[in-house]
C-alpha cells in the first residue's frame, strides 16, 4: 500500500509557507475541557457537592462539572499560545486544590475506587429550567448506560484556523462557494480524514489500559487480572474508548454521515426525534430522561470528533450548527495524560496541530456506511489490542495493513505539515513531536498505555497507580508560586458566577414541560431546514 497519491497539497503547503503567509498558521486556536474525578486520599470517590468556593457549576466560564458531581471539568479560553494550555491548566487547578481539603484531583481517564452505582451523585446545575435540563439530561444518562459510566474521564482538544486562512485557501482552490459555506465544507472534510485515521491517537496517547474491579462490577466483560483488584487485557491503549467506556450498543446502528453540514444534521435531527422502544419504560414514570429517543440530545453520540459552533442562549448545539455554520472541531478520543499535571503533553498538542492540518490538506472523498463501521472497527481493534505486534487494520480501501507500517505511512506523510509548521512558528518542536510518535510506532514500550501496563506488572494497582500521579501533582501544583492576577481573577471569577446564577434563578421561569418542548422544537426547525 501507498499514500503517495494521497498525499496533501503541496501547492497549498508553498502557499502557506510564504513568509507572508505565516501568520496563518500561527492563528490556529487551541482550547482544551479536562476532566478530572474529586477522589478521597484512600482512592474512594468523593460523594460532597460541588464547592460553592469554586462558584457556581452552571455559570463559571472555566471551573464546572461534567456528568457526576463528583466529575470536575476545567475549560481553558481559546488562544494562539500553545503553551498556555498548560499554563491555564495547571493554574486552574492550584487554585481549585485551595478549596479541595483533602481530595486529589484523579489524573486517570478510568474512575477510582467506586461505590454502588445509585450511590455516585449525578451532577446539580441549580433550580433554573436551564440548570434542570442539565441535570435530567445525565439523569437520563444514568439510567440508560449506568451512572458508572459517568465518572469516565478524558480531555477533548478544541481547534480552529483563522478566517484569513480559509480565504488563502479558498482563493487557491478557486472556489466559487461563499466563504462560509466553503469553511464548513471544508471542516467537515478534515472530520472525514480524521475519523479513517484517528486510530493513530488512541495508540499514541491511549493511557487507560485498565480498570479498578470496582468499575465492572456485576457487569459482564472480558478482562483479566494484571495487579490487585486491577483488570485490563495485556495489550490495550485506552479502554475508555472501547465497550467499557462511552460506547453504546443501543447507538450501534446509529450512521451519522459527515459527507455535508446537512447529511449530519439530519442523521442526528432522527436519532433525537426516533422512539427507541427499550427507553420508554425507564425511570418509572419519573421526568428522569429528556426523552425516549436514541439519543437526548445531540450531545449524547459518543464521536470521536464534533464540529462545533457556539450557541446562543437556549440554543441547540445542532441549530448553532444548521444556522451559522461550522466555528471549530473538538477532539473528543484523548485520555488523559497520568504523567502531566496538566492532562496533556506539550509534545501532543504539537502532534494533534500536525495531524488535524494533515487531514484538511490531504484529499478526502466522501464517506459511506462500510467505511462508518470500517473506522469504529479499527477504533476497537486498537482500544483493545493496539500494542499486539503486527495488529492489522482496515484501509479505506478495505485491505488489510499492519497498524505500525500504516501508522509509519502516515506520519511519513505528515513530514511536510511538521516542517510548515515549524517554519512559521520558528520552532523544531512540530518536527520532533513527528520523531516521537514514530518511535512509539517503532516500540510500543514507549506508549503512555504500556508504562502503565508495566506499572501494574510490578504489582502496582490501578488505585495505586493513580494516587502516586495525583499526590505528585498535587504536590508539584503546590510547589508553584502563587499567582496574584490569576488568583485575583478565579476570586472574581467565582464571585460573578454566584451571582449570575442568583440572577438566573431569579428570573421567573416558564414551566418546564413547555420550556422542553420550546427546545425540542429547534429540532423539528432544524431538520425541515437541512431536509
Not at 429517543?293 to 450557541?311: C, G, V
Not at 464517506?367 to 479499527?378: A, L, P, S, V
Not at 493513580?466 to 496574584?484: F, I, P, T, W, Y
Request: hydrophobic share 35%; aromatic share 8%.
Amino acid at each position: 500500500m501507498t499514500l503517495a497519491h494521497h498525499a496533501p497539497s503541496l501547492r497549498l503547503i508553498k502557499a502557506l509557507s510564504k513568509t507572508n503567509n505565516s501568520a496563518l498558521t500561527q492563528g490556529i486556536l487551541r482550547g482544551v475541557e479536562k476532566e478530572g474525578l474529586r477522589v478521597l486520599p484512600n482512592g474512594t470517590l468523593s460523594l460532597t457537592p460541588h464547592s460553592i468556593n469554586l462558584g457556581s457549576a452552571l455559570t463559571h466560564p472555566h471551573i464546572t462539572t461534567d456528568f457526576s458531581e463528583s466529575l470536575l471539568e476545567y475549560i481553558t479560553a481559546p488562544t494562539h499560545l500553545d503553551l498556555q494550555l498548560q499554563d491555564d491548566l495547571t493554574q486552574l487547578q492550584s487554585f481549585s486544590y485551595q478549596h479541595l481539603g483533602n481530595e486529589v484531583i484523579w489524573p486517570m481517564s478510568m474512575p477510582c475506587a467506586l461505590p454502588s452505582d445509585e450511590q455516585i451523585p449525578v451532577a446539580q446545575y441549580g433550580t433554573s429550567n436551564r440548570a434542570k435540563m442539565k441535570t435530567v439530561y445525565r439523569e437520563g444518562l444514568g439510567l440508560r448506560y449506568g451512572r458508572t459510566m459517568q465518572t469516565v474521564a478524558g480531555l477533548h482538544y478544541n481547534f480552529s484556523l483563522p478566517r484569513a486562512f480559509w480565504a488563502l485557501i479558498h482563493h487557491q482552490e478557486l472556489s466559487t462557494q461563499p466563504l462560509d459555506t466553503f469553511i464548513t465544507d471544508k471542516y467537515f472534510h478534515l472530520i472525514r480524514n480524521f475519523r479513517r485515521y484517528y486510530w493513530l491517537l488512541i495508540y499514541l496517547f491511549g493511557a487507560s489500559p485498565a480498570v479498578d474491579a470496582s468499575f465492572v462490577k456485576d457487569r459482564q466483560h472480558n478482562l483479566v487480572a494484571l495487579a490487585p483488584n486491577t483488570l485490563g487485557l495485556p495489550y490495550a491503549t485506552a479502554l475508555r474508548m472501547g465497550n467499557l467506556g462511552y460506547q453504546s450498543s443501543a447507538q450501534s446502528s446509529l450512521f451519522v454521515c459527515y459527507n455535508t453540514l446537512k447529511s449530519y444534521t439530519t442523521t442526528l435531527g432522527k436519532a433525537i426525534h426516533t422512539p427507541y422502544p427499550e427507553y420508554e419504560n425507564l425511570g418509572n414514570g419519573k421526568l428522569k430522561q429528556l426523552n425516549t429517543s436514541l439519543l437526548q440530545i445531540e450531545n449524547e453520540f459518543y464521536s470521536a470528533i464534533r464540529p462545533k459552533r457556539t450557541a446562543h442562549n437556549n440554543e441547540t448545539a445542532l441549530t448553532a450548527l444548521c444556522n451559522r455554520g461550522v466555528e471549530y472541531l473538538e477532539v473528543r478520543c484523548l485520555d488523559l495524560d497520568p504523567f502531566e499535571a496538566s492532562g496533556i503533553a506539550h509534545s501532543t498538542v504539537k502532534f494533534l496541530d500536525v495531524f488535524l492540518v494533515y487531514c484538511l490538506l490531504k484529499p478526502s472523498p466522501a464517506c459511506d456506511k462500510d467505511e462508518f463501521i470500517h473506522t469504529q472497527d479499527n477504533q476497537q481493534r486498537v482500544v483493545t489490542q493496539g500494542r499486539k505486534a503486527n495488529l492489522g487494520l482496515i484501509t479505506p480501501t478495505g485491505d488489510e495493513i499492519s497498524l505500525k507500517n500504516w501508522g509509519l505511512e502516515l506520519t511519513t506523510d505528515m513530514t511536510a505539515i511538521a516542517e510548515l509548521l515549524d517554519k512559521n512558528h520558528s520552532t523544531e518542536d512540530y518536527s520532533a513531536a513527528l520523531t516521537d510518535a514514530r518511535n512509539k510506532l517503532l516500540d510500543p514500550a514507549l506508549t503512555p498505555s504500556a508504562k502503565i501496563a508495566d506499572a501494574h506488572a510490578k504489582g502496582i494497582s490501578h488505585i495505586q497507580f493513580g494516587l502516586q500521579q495525583a499526590n505528585k501533582h498535587k504536590n508539584n501544583l503546590a510547589e508553584l508560586a502563587k499567582n496574584e492576577e490569576y488568583d485575583s481573577r478565579y476570586q472574581e471569577m467565582t464571585q460573578e458566577s454566584l451571582r449570575l446564577l442568583a440572577e438566573e434563578e431569579s428570573q421567573v421561569q416558564l414551566p418546564f414541560d413547555e420550556y422542553l418542548a420550546n427546545y425540542y422544537q429547534q429540532y423539528q426547525t432544524c431538520c425541515d431546514k437541512a431536509g
